[in-house]
């Protein structure tokens, strides 16, 4: 089989994204894993499909490196609009995309008819445990002390549409994260297993964060783990709502801002190659 495909990359959160619309993809689960491995394939943090929409301008169908599905791709939802824009032809400056987490809503900025950044509407924080899901008591898990392998954390869960678990700490560059990272990704009071944030403030309106994402490991960002992030930040009173917060990612920044109704994330959306690979 022969499959064209682009590279494209938000903060460093790079994907192997493939036009569904006109080609067929066979088993993209295991295709996910071909490709994203270094060595033998592309090299990426997984596979996404831009696939047509009864709904909404287009689909983003995401896979990890590690073939599982996931709902939700911060990152991956920009170069998905961009995608579209560029390459689909949906000329607009708005536009709409489903994801398994509902259809999001993406404003483009271009220059010379490419678009390079997007501000995407992520919807509604959920902070109920129940639906994040996390198994712990309660209406919230707000600065929570929890048990991980024997070390104590304390830790805010929030989903933007994948399960995320916040963790604010003094000395984010130092941390283990190869090995603290699994511990919470698989610790079973996540039935879902969960990304993992941790973050240190420099100010109201800075913060520094590195991630562990379910099925791909530490990766370069992240978007729907910055928002999560923003939102637990302002919850512990750290940031403020309805303020612009830039997260340094090991990719790159972006911006958040959670208000009540919803999380607005600016951020960049750029090519890196483009090709066709045998399988």
């Not at 088993?27 to 831009?50: N, T, W, Y």
């Not at 301008?57 to 599982?68: A, E």
């Not at 995320?164 to 009071?189: M, N, Q, R, T, Y």
Request: hydrophobic letters at 35%.
């Amino acid at each position: 089989m022969r499959y064209e495909f682009v590279k494209m990359e938000g903060c460093g959160n790079d994907y192997i994204y493939m036009d569904a619309f006109n080609q067929k993809i066979d088993d993209p689960s295991a295709l996910s894993i071909k490709v994203s491995d270094e060595h033998f394939g592309i090299g990426s943090d997984g596979l996404i499909l831009v696939a047509p929409s009864d709904v909404a301008d287009g689909r983003m169908i995401m896979f990890n490196l590690d073939g599982s599905e996931g709902k939700m791709c911060g990152n991956g939802i920009r170069c998905v609009g961009k995608f579209l824009h560029d390459r689909l032809g949906v000329d607009k400056d708005i536009i709409t995309i489903e994801t398994k987490s509902g259809i999001k809503t993406l404003k483009m900025f271009c220059d010379e008819g490419s678009a390079y950044a997007a501000r995407v509407d992520m919807g509604k924080a959920i902070l109920k445990p129940s639906l994040i899901p996390v198994n712990i008591d309660g209406d919230v898990v707000i600065d929570r002390p929890l048990n991980i392998d024997d070390d104590e954390y304390n830790v805010t869960c929030v989903s933007m549409g994948n399960p995320h678990a916040v963790v604010f700490v003094d000395d984010v560059e130092d941390l283990d994260l190869s090995s603290i990272g699994p511990k919470f990704e698989h610790d079973p009071v996540f039935p879902e297993s969960v990304n993992t944030e941790f973050v240190k403030v420099i100010d109201p309106t800075h913060l520094r964060m590195r991630v562990w994402e379910r099925g791909s490991g530490e990766t370069w960002a992240c978007g729907t783990g910055t928002c999560a992030t923003v939102v637990a930040a302002c919850l512990n009173g750290y940031c403020n709502k309805g303020e612009d917060v830039e997260v340094q990612l090991n990719g790159g920044k972006l911006v958040i801002n959670y208000t009540d109704d919803t999380v607005f994330m600016t951020g960049p959306c750029h090519d890196i190659c483009s090709g066709v690979i045998e399988i």
